[in-house]
């Protein structure tokens, strides 16, 4: 087969191509930096890979660059360069469907989010649950994938945690939540990227080993790193100053401000209950060593 990896250098897609690039399948990887490209493809043994540089907010550019192809992988990137979040998936949803439908690619392994199903006011939760509808009505065949928060999102905030010993959210210190690690992300997407013989639409869980409280999570830091690391709590509001400082206009703020309260309502997105198929093996022991340590 041949398969069209969108965000082949982020996180999520780096391990998809290099799960990929195991098979004998061909590869298609639809990259804004040519050289980043390169360089996931450095220490992979395959000559079955097409680089082919493109912009996925661009729909002819998608279009062009995934003809042929029989499976694609798509996700949204977080770019922050258009006047709202809602712009940029909307652009980039478009780009996917219309790919989709005029070269007949036959299925679609989409990234979403836990609790995309929950409707509207839940800033890009709400975005991705408009984008699995979408891309329902133009294949028979889309594997959403719906992952928990992302446990590399403390490489974020690697500097207080390794230089001054803490870390925050909005969170309660007693709210669980399911943090599962990009690379089983990226395992569960390739594995249904190589297999051909699923069909229909299908929800896949991904939710991390266990549900953690930030409270719990002190403790892992702490024990792993050998020295304290505690939690502190802030405000959304104080969270969202800390967007505006990074440079965010108002209304990305705003949509970032209702991911957070979506996260942090212990009936909100988050408030499902997990089933042994949603496990993964990844742990947040493993990621503090081999990731954000690394970055060190």
Not at 34 to 49: F, H
Not at 127 to 143: Q, R, T
Not at 233 to 246: I, L, N
């Amino acid at each position: 087969m041949k398969i069209a990896i969108a965000g082949a250098t982020g996180n999520v897609g780096k391990v998809v191509v290099k799960e990929l690039a195991k098979t004998d399948h061909e590869l298609v990887l639809l990259v804004k930096d040519i050289n980043a490209a390169a360089k996931v493809l450095e220490a992979l043994n395959t000559d079955k890979t097409i680089i082919q540089q493109t912009n996925i907010l661009h729909t002819d550019e998608v279009v062009s660059a995934t003809k042929d192809c029989d499976v694609l992988f798509w996700m949204v990137p977080p770019i922050v360069s258009l006047p709202s979040l809602k712009e940029v998936y909307d652009k980039v949803i478009t780009a996917g469907t219309t790919a989709v439908a005029k070269n007949n690619i036959n299925r679609v392994v989409i990234i979403s989010s836990l609790g995309a199903h929950r409707g509207s006011g839940l800033g890009t939760i709400s975005y991705v649950g408009i984008m699995e509808d979408e891309f329902k009505k133009v294949s028979d065949n889309v594997m959403v994938i719906r992952p928990g928060y992302f446990m590399e999102n403390f490489i974020i905030q690697k500097e207080s945690i390794l230089n001054k010993g803490f870390f925050t959210f909005p969170f309660d210190d007693d709210h669980k939540i399911p943090f599962v690690s990009s690379d089983d992300i990226g395992f569960e997407a390739a594995k249904h990227l190589a297999n051909g013989n699923w069909k229909g639409h299908l929800i896949k869980r991904v939710m991390g080993p266990e549900n953690l409280t930030c409270k719990h999570i002190e403790n892992i830091f702490t024990e792993t790193l050998g020295r304290p690391v505690v939690y502190k709590q802030e405000s959304y509001d104080a969270v969202k100053k800390t967007y505006a400082q990074f440079g965010l206009n108002e209304t990305i703020q705003g949509e970032f401000y209702d991911l957070l309260k979506a996260l942090g309502d212990k009936n909100g997105a988050y408030s499902i209950e997990r089933a042994a198929e949603d496990s993964t093996p990844t742990t947040l022991e493993s990621v503090i060593k081999n990731k954000i340590l690394m970055t060190e």
